[in-house]
T-cell receptor, first 114, second 118 residues
Framework: GENVEQHPSTLSVQEGDSAVIKCTYSDSASNYFPWYKQELGKRPQLIIDIRSNVGEKKDQRIAVTLNKTAKHFSLHITETQPEDSAVYFCAASRTGGGADGLTFGKGTHLIIQP | GAVVSQHPSWVICKSGTSVKIECRSLDFQATTMFWYRQFPKQSLMLMATSNEGSKATYEQGVEKDKFLINHASLTLSTLTVTSAHPEDSSFYIC??????????????FGPGTRLTVL
């Protein structure tokens, strides 16, 4: 099955600086890679996703890059703000049949220092 | 759009009893829903895929007789934890695909159910 590795487990950055979280996956057939933000005790919220036919996607301060050859993808947050503090999870799945669940990384606790 | 609800939000039960958790897609139909479990300060682990009108598909290591899943309609899936024990205490979260928005792969999560077994 799929295995997703995520680094770092904790990331502390100064407000206004950029944050980068990296993930690798093992199943070359995986073709969908979402990123979720989870605040304590709450549901994961989708912040951005990318499909394997795209190398990069951007949404305001958030961007995701995908390198299919190396099987890794990264989340980039620019101009970080205090409300960006949360746990971020990357995930991967092999979709097409509409039935594959997500395999998650272990999460990154992002701390924005004022 | 794409709202998923769960009920109850939290439940405390005695060891040996069964607990049912409901997952509903409020504004869309979901032929497929997923059940995840999350232990404190850990990641989400996929337990099973719930398919409307057919049997659920369980991940390796998940006991299908202990975690009963029923997906009787296009907007409701239920997870029943049978003969619950303290080690089943966890945060159970469901998700559903909304094929209308964001593409067919996007999953939206429910708010989760905190289960505590005494």
């Amino acid at each position: 099955g799929e295995n997703v590795e995520q680094h770092p487990s904790t990331l502390s950055v100064q407000e206004g600086d950029s944050a980068v979280i990296k993930c690798t996956y093992s199943d070359s057939a995986s073709n969908y890679f979402p990123w979720y933000k989870q605040e304590l005790g709450k549901r994961p919220q989708l912040i951005i996703d990318i499909r394997s036919n795209v190398g990069e996607k951007k949404d305001q301060r958030i961007a995701v890059t995908l390198n299919k050859t190396a099987k890794h993808f990264s989340l980039h947050i620019t101009e970080t703000q205090p409300e960006d503090s949360a746990v971020y999870f990357c995930a991967a799945s092999r979709t097409g049949g509409g039935a594959d669940g997500l395999t998650f990384g272990k999460g990154t606790h992002l701390i924005i220092q004022p | 759009g794409a709202v998923v609800s769960q009920h109850p939000s939290w439940v405390i039960c005695k060891s040996g009893t069964s607990v049912k958790i409901e997952c509903r897609s409020l504004d869309f139909q979901a032929t497929t829903m997923f059940w995840y479990r999350q232990f404190p300060k850990q990641s989400l682990m996929l337990m099973a895929t719930s398919n409307e009108g057919s049997k659920a598909t369980y991940e390796q290591g998940v006991e299908k007789d202990k975690f009963l899943i029923n997906h009787a309609s296009l907007t409701l899936s239920t997870l029943t934890v049978t003969s619950a024990h303290p080690e089943d205490s966890s945060f159970y979260i469901c998700s559903a695909r909304d094929y209308r928005a964001g593409g067919p792969d996007t999953q939206y999560f429910g708010p989760g159910t905190r289960l505590t077994v005494l």
